[in-house]
């Protein structure tokens, strides 16, 4: 079983939409989640972190359920510019340094007009 | 201006030649990262660094090698390259801790091996 799983998609969804990601995680003692977005061909980037309240920034919504060792992300009123890859990234507590991320495979988002 | 960026972007080479991937960032941040990213694996983790002079391996070190002399500079070395280490090469650098975290990473390097 991979660490991070996510459902590739692609998800299309017309401008407007909300759309919802899941991801799930295997290792109970990760303690740290984010959300990184990737263009096509480019490098990742921090879309959000995601704490155990849950948090919003604008139109983006991250939710982390560790009793069921997922985390969500909830995107209101599409834009043609969220179309990308969402990769879902936790990490441990402790790893001995360096933090080091845990990647998931990513999410494809294709908004539409 | 300031960043992390990576060189050459791209690199054609042949099976058993020496190749190195160059990775800078002008934040001072004491953390680098090389990552790989192929289909179907998203990205892992070949190497760290915490400082200078101080390197780590990550989940899929064999074939590789780096240093760390100065705190802006990590290259990754691959020193016969074989053809399943084609890939897309990501160098990255940290701020933060934990929670507040943010990974920073280079444009990458897409790397052919033939």
């Known amino acids: 079983r991979k660490e991070v799983e996510q459902d590739p998609g692609p998800f299309n969804v017309p401008e407007g939409a909300t759309v919802a990601f899941n991801c799930t995680y295997s290792n109970s003692a990760s303690q740290s989640f984010f959300w990184y977005r990737q263009d096509c061909r480019k490098e990742p980037k921090l879309l959000m972190s995601v704490y155990s309240s849950g948090n919003e920034d604008g139109r983006f919504t991250a939710q982390l359920n560790r009793a069921s060792q997922y985390i969500s992300l909830l995107i209101r009123d599409s834009k043609l510019s969220d179309s990308a890859t969402y990769l879902c990234?936790?990490?441990?507590?402790?790893?001995?340094?360096?933090?080091?991320?845990?990647f998931g495979t990513g999410t494809q988002l294709k908004v539409e007009l | 201006d300031a960043g992390i960026t990576q060189s050459p972007r791209y690199k054609i080479t042949e099976t058993g030649r020496q190749v190195t991937l160059m990775c800078h960032q002008t934040?001072?941040?004491?953390?680098m990262f090389w990552y790989r990213q192929d289909l179907g694996h998203g990205l892992r983790l070949i190497y760290y660094s915490a400082a200078a002079d101080i390197t780590d391996k990550g989940e899929v070190p064999d074939g590789y090698v780096v240093s760390r002399s100065k705190t802006e500079n990590f290259p990754l070395t691959l020193e016969s390259a074989t053809r399943s280490q084609t890939s897309v090469y990501f160098c990255?650098?940290?701020?933060?801790w934990g929670q507040g975290e943010t990974q920073y990473f280079g444009p990458g390097t897409r790397l052919l091996v033939l």
């Open positions: 990255a650098s940290k701020q933060g």
């Open positions: 990234v936790v990490t441990p507590w402790n790893t001995g340094g360096g933090n080091k991320l845990t």
């Open positions: 934040w001072s941040h004491s953390y």
